[in-house]
């Protein structure tokens, strides 16, 4: 004979202490619950507004510098430190949890125009327009020591740009030519030309460590194999790249930053076409960095902003901009994946969130889950009109309203008159070329 027994266990909905919140028994048959997607909906779009409401992404701002911040470097092991490089030739040395310079030294005369930590951490290198590559300790000295570097190479001509590898004790510069240097050795051990008079800017490949890429002075990025005494192949844009970034997740794709105001994604074996042109500056974008995923990259420009793309995403997630900031001459992305570094004209280092909702600071549990959840809703409904009209919303400033809008003039004016004149041609006279066989000039191998 069977016998039905209710069974009630205690700990399903007794609270453990007073200060517990009350269970509440819930039943997640949908049956019950007829409205549940519309209030979801509710949630959802309260949630956006809300992202919006509370987007204050500028964290700080450090001041020191004499003139404009030129180049930046992170350091390779700690996350508070950030090393920068002024046109006066002088590198602060940051410690950004303090907010506060610990160090300033004379580096150079003229421009500091490239700068990199050594990859364990315990120096730095720095080239400038006195054709000179320093080598500095990364602890000031102690109380009564000079300041002076390890070791000085002078070369040949200017230096323009600088990276060290990830493993080895090998650095490459660029100016006239490429150079691939030995910490130990004052000449180079290889050089790479190709009928170029001039490179702004080299990288290193930080997944296949011997690979690396420049920028030229005649509009092509030029890739390089450190084995091999000839470079591999280059790209030849209609306008000139100002510098490059290597994807750190995915060892094919890089970004460069291009004189036309876009931006343009390529994978290294099929350089033909970009795999995305990345468009919404309204001038030159003049450096770009990864975020350490590997899922998005940050830009700098000349048009006083600083914007944050998905890696395959056309137009930017995030635009940040102030009064006061000028040309935005460098860029980096921190590599805890939290924050921006920006440096300008006006002297300033600025400090961003890469997320301009975060909030930071320790997080409760239940808040946590809300965030979380609130995210989930965002992403479930993202695509609904309104959700996505107040998610893509941005205030720009007037000027470069009034830019963006006139550059969709001209861009509309250009594609007319290319439909005429293909309308009035002999048919198949007139190729008709996508967004991204435009930019590409030719490829040589």
Not at 45 to 63: G, H, I, M, Q
């Amino acid at each position: 004979m069977k016998v039905k027994v209710l069974s009630r266990n205690p700990d399903d909905y007794v609270r453990e202490t007073k200060l517990d919140i009350q269970r509440v028994p819930r039943n997640y048959d949908p049956t019950l619950h007829p409205f549940e997607v519309s209030r979801e909906y509710t949630r959802a779009l309260n949630a956006t507004k809300l992202e919006r409401l509370f987007a204050k992404p500028f964290v700080t701002s450090l001041d020191g510098h004499r003139d404009g911040v030129n180049c930046m470097a992170k350091h390779t092991k700690t996350l508070s430190t950030l090393l920068s490089g002024s046109c006066d030739g002088e590198v602060k040395v940051w410690n950004l949890t303090k907010r506060e310079c610990v160090r300033t030294l004379q580096a150079h005369e003229g421009f500091v125009r490239g700068m990199v930590v050594r990859f364990c951490g315990s120096s730095f290198f720095t080239v400038g327009d006195d054709k000179t590559i320093k080598q500095w300790k990364m602890e000031a000295p102690g109380y009564g020591e000079e300041e002076e570097p390890l070791n000085t190479i002078l070369g040949k001509s200017v230096f323009t740009g600088l990276d060290h590898h990830q493993k080895d004790a090998v650095f490459a510069t660029c100016g006239q030519q490429v150079d691939i240097w030995d910490e130990q050795r004052t000449s180079p051990i290889r050089s790479f030309t190709w009928g170029v008079d001039s490179f702004s800017a080299v990288r290193f490949n930080p997944v296949e460590t011997e690979l690396l890429a420049s920028c030229a002075s005649d509009r092509s990025v030029v890739l390089y194999d450190m084995r091999e005494s000839t470079p591999l192949k280059k790209v030849i844009m209609t306008m000139r790249s100002n510098t490059l970034c290597w994807n750190p997740m995915e060892a094919y794709y890089f970004t460069c930053c291009n004189e036309d105001y876009n931006l343009y994604t390529y994978d290294m074996r099929f350089l033909d076409k970009p795999i995305t042109v990345h468009m919404d500056h309204v001038s030159a974008a003049l450096d770009v960095d990864y975020s350490p995923t590997g899922k998005e990259f940050v830009s700098a420009s000349f048009d006083k902003t600083i914007r944050i793309f998905a890696k395959d995403g056309g137009h930017s997630r995030l635009v940040y901009h102030t009064k006061r900031m000028q040309h935005v001459i460098c860029i980096k992305w921190s590599l805890d994946n939290k924050y921006i570094l920006s440096g300008s004209d006006e002297m300033n280092i600025r400090l961003w969130k890469a997320n301009a909702a975060e909030k930071l600071g320790v997080m409760s549990p239940r808040e946590r889950e809300a965030a979380n959840y609130n995210q989930t809703l965002k992403e479930k409904f993202q695509h609904h009109p309104q959700v996505r009209r107040v998610a893509r919303h941005r205030h720009l400033p007037k000027s470069l309203y009034h830019q963006t809008k006139e550059l969709r003039v001209m861009k509309e004016a250009r594609r007319r008159k290319e439909m005429n004149v293909r309308k009035h041609s002999k048919p198949e006279s007139v190729p008709l070329l996508t967004e991204k066989e435009k930019h590409v000039v030719t490829v040589v191998k």
